[in-house]
Structure formats: C-alpha cells, structure tokens
C-alpha cells in the first residue's frame, strides 16, 4: 500500500526551502524500513498559516510504499542552524 506524507517545513529565520527528513519505521520489528530527506519546495495550498515573510514554498508531499504491517511515520525539519532544535511529527500507520 502506498502511504501519503506530507506537511509543511521551514527555519523561521530563513526564507528558504528547508530539508525533510522522512523515517519509517516497522513497529513490530523496529526496523527502519524506509530513510530519505526530500526538499519542502512545494507551493502550498493553504496559505496565511506561516509567519509573514516566510513565503509560500514550504510545503512537501510523498508517497511511501510498504507491505501489510505496522509503522511509525516520522517526519524531521531540517533548518540551517543545527543549534536549533527542529520539530518533529509521527504518526503511527497501518497497511492492511
């Protein structure tokens, strides 16, 4: 099954697009099951929810393909100051 992330990602002092990183993890195992960092470079489609001056291309989308189990879907910003703690958003899944 094909699982969608996708969200929005930025370094509030920057008005650059940040880096995502995604890590999918099989919760039965604890293996990590799938490990990329994509660009959040989309134009999104709410718009008015940023703070003023960060712009419009913060937004990133993915289709992740897995087998039937359980996992843990987690995504990391990945902003410019790597003093800075950075969110992170999970999110458990299953695929029937």
């Given at each position: 099954?094909?699982?969608?992330?996708?969200?929005?990602?930025?370094?509030?002092?920057?008005?650059?697009?940040?880096?995502?990183?995604?890590?999918?993890?099989?919760?039965?195992?604890?293996?990590?099951?799938?490990?990329?960092?994509?660009?959040?470079?989309?134009?999104?489609?709410?718009?008015?929810?940023?703070?003023?001056?960060?712009?419009?291309h913060?937004?990133?989308?993915?289709?992740?393909?897995?087998?039937?189990?359980?996992?843990?879907?987690?995504?990391?910003?990945?902003?410019?100051d790597?003093?800075?703690?950075?969110?992170?958003?999970?999110?458990?899944?299953?695929?029937?």
């Amino acid at each position: 099954g094909l699982v969608a992330v996708s969200g929005t990602s930025y370094d509030p002092e920057f008005d650059l697009p940040t880096g995502v990183r995604i890590v999918v993890t099989n919760t039965s195992s604890s293996a990590v099951v799938w490990d990329r960092t994509i660009t959040a470079n989309s134009s999104r489609e709410v718009q008015g929810d940023l703070p003023a001056g960060i712009g419009v291309h913060h937004g990133f989308a993915r289709n992740v393909r897995l087998t039937t189990g359980s996992y843990r879907v987690c995504a990391t910003t990945l902003g410019y100051d790597s003093g800075d703690p950075q969110p992170t958003v999970c999110r458990n899944v299953t695929v029937p």
